[in-house]
């Protein structure tokens, strides 16, 4: 997540980090005789290693929805509508994805809104939120690949996350007041 205040919230990366125990886990457990006492507490051990990604993926999810909402400085938070199951369906971007749990943090997010009395404005996915100069030039041959460009008529240098959370809350501010 990147904050209109320049803030990135990086990914802690929770699956990455235990899948090599995942794997050796799993491993193990396919390998014992079924119907065994060895089988059914080795399965216990896997399903306790997937408990704890979950656990810790929820507690960084919660954490972070919870200070997004409390340190917002305005009444309203602004997040852009993201495509998640269709970018899930990327073979090299799936389990990134998947491992931070989007859809998760933004229901949350939402929720926490609410309870706390907050807007919350979701702005439209094909809105040119990282293209858009503050200048108004929007830079149509930008690709996923490049993170920070430069504004061909103010010669601004953007980084692209950054300039894309700004536009969202002016999109967002500027949809709410219509």
């Known amino acids: 997540a990147t904050l209109s205040t320049g803030e990135k919230i990086a990914n802690p990366r929770f699956l ?23 089988r ?49 369906q990327n073979r090299k971007l799936s389990r990134a994805i998947a491992d931070v749990s989007w859809s998760t943090f933004l229901n949350m997010v939402k929720s926490k809104c609410q309870w706390a009395g907050k807007n919350y404005v979701e702005i439209g ?11 108004g030039v929007i830079n149509r041959e930008l690709t996923l690949k490049y993170r ?7 010669g601004t240098t953007h980084d692209r996350d950054v300039l894309a959370a700004n536009n969202i809350v002016r999109f967002a501010l500027t949809k709410q007041n219509l």
Do not use: Y
């Not at 235990?18 to 457990?29: D, M, N, T």
């Not at 920070?148 to 103010?154: I, N």
């Open 16 to 38: 990455k980090k235990g899948l090599k125990r995942l794997r050796r886990l799993s491993r193990q457990h396919s390998q014992k005789q079924k119907g065994s006492n060895n």
């Open 40 to 88: 059914a507490k080795s399965r216990l051990r896997l399903a306790r290693q997937h408990e704890k990604v979950r656990c810790q993926r929820a507690d960084f999810l919660h954490q972070t929805s919870t200070r997004i909402v409390r340190e917002n400085q305005t009444q309203t938070v602004c997040v852009e509508n993201l495509n998640v199951p269709g970018m899930l």
């Open 125 to 135: 996915r094909f809105d040119p939120s990282s293209r858009l100069c503050t200048c």
């Open 148 to 154: 920070v460009w430069t504004c061909g008529s103010c």
